[in-house]
C-alpha cells in the first residue's frame, strides 16, 4: 500500500513540474467589486539585433497579456547579430497562459 501511495506522489509531483503553477501575488479589485488575483511568472528572452551593437540594459516584454521589464542577462556577438539575453518577472491580472517558466524569442 505504500509503495502505491509513493508512486501516486511521485506521479503528482511530476505532473505539478511540468505544467507549471500560477504564482499569486497580490490582489486587487475589479469594476465589479469581485476580488482578482494577479499571477506572475519568469521569462528568459532572447533578442537577436542586427550587426555588432550593445543592447539595452532592459527589455519592456509584452506578449500573450504577460507585461513587465527584464533586465539584460548578458550578450555576444555571433559574426552577424548581437543576442542578447534578458531574464525578470513578469505579471498578469486578466486571463493568461501559463507556465512556470518561459524561454521565448523573436
Excluded at 505539478?16 to 501575488?25: D, E, H, K, T
Excluded at 521589464?69 to 555571433?78: A, E, K, M, V
Amino acid at each position: 500500500m505504500k509503495k502505491k501511495l509513493g508512486i501516486f506522489g511521485v506521479i503528482g509531483l511530476a505532473l505539478i513540474l511540468s505544467f507549471g503553477v500560477p504564482v499569486q501575488s497580490n490582489a486587487a479589485t475589479s469594476d465589479s467589486g469581485e476580488e482578482v488575483l494577479a499571477q506572475s511568472k519568469t521569462i528568459y528572452y532572447i533578442d537577436y539585433l542586427p550587426g555588432n551593437v550593445t543592447p539595452s540594459p532592459t527589455y519592456y516584454y509584452n506578449k500573450g497579456g504577460w507585461k513587465g521589464t527584464l533586465s539584460l542577462n548578458g550578450y555576444q556577438y555571433d559574426g552577424t547579430r548581437t543576442i542578447a539575453r534578458y531574464y525578470g518577472t513578469v505579471s498578469c491580472s486578466g486571463p493568461c497562459a501559463m507556465t512556470s517558466l518561459e524561454i521565448t524569442d523573436k
